[in-house]
């Protein structure tokens, strides 16, 4: 398996842009989450998704991010329009629950807003 | 509410041993932990699901106190492949899985 594929791997964009970042999930996996990673704040659970439903997006810090999985083996994380505290590295990460055998996260998105 | 890790940062020598706490005010049900290096993603490591359970992984061996609410991450005998950050994750009732602010470890020759 190729693991959790996670593109682009960096992205730089000007203030007031869209940002779209893209995550395939690891096959077979039912559980995909968006985390969002800073000095500042360690690792943040943006939303997660369960069997590709939103199940908790009290994380997503304000109405400029949208999360959609919309089938199994894609999500996309957008912000519109970006500023630069969204400046962070984003992660996204799979797993099987009930049964978690721990998360299996991508290479991350380093994500710079100039 | 995120666990508290300690100690924030450690460094050691080639061959000392180590010990990472992780501490919540919740009652858990599950404790992971995870290797993050520099530039790269968070692996990882392994999962205690029960209380009392000890679970080791060549020389990184972990126990979980489920009435202590913690868990403490060992590294024995360390090699500079062990250098990086470690995080704890805890599952609670009520409250989704969430990462602790992770302890910078640093072997050196």
């Known amino acids: 398996d190729a693991g959790v594929i996670q593109s682009p791997r960096h992205e730089v964009t000007e203030m007031g842009q869209e940002v779209t970042l893209r995550c395939k999930p690891i096959?077979?996996?039912?559980?995909l989450f968006w985390y969002r990673q800073t000095m500042m704040r360690g690792l943040e659970l943006l939303i997660y998704?369960?069997?590709?439903?939103?199940?908790?997006d009290s994380g997503m810090p304000e109405d400029r991010f949208s999360a959609k999985m919309p089938n199994a083996s894609f999500s996309t994380l957008k912000i519109q329009p970006s500023e630069p505290r969204d400046s962070a590295v984003y992660f996204c990460?799979?797993?099987?629950?009930?049964?978690?055998?721990?998360?299996?996260f991508g290479s991350g998105t380093r994500l710079t807003v100039v | 509410q995120q666990p508290v890790q300690s100690p924030q940062a450690v460094i050691l020598r080639e061959g000392e041993d180590a010990v990472i706490n992780c501490s919540s005010s919740k009652a858990l049900y599950s404790v992971h932990w995870y290797r993050q290096k520099h530039g790269e993603a968070p692996v990882f490591l392994m999962i205690l699901l029960k209380g009392g359970e000890q679970k080791g992984h060549e020389k990184i061996s972990a126990s979980f106190n489920e009435k202590k609410q913690q868990s403490s991450l060992y590294l024995t005998a360390s090699q500079l492949s062990y250098s990086g950050t470690y995080f704890c994750g805890t599952g609670s009732v009520g409250q989704n899985f969430v990462f602790g602010p992770g302890t910078r470890l640093s072997v050196l020759p």
């Open positions: 998704f369960n069997n590709n439903v939103p199940i908790d």
């Open positions: 096959s077979g996996h039912n559980s």
């Open positions: 990460a799979s797993t099987s629950l009930p049964n978690n055998y721990g998360y299996t």
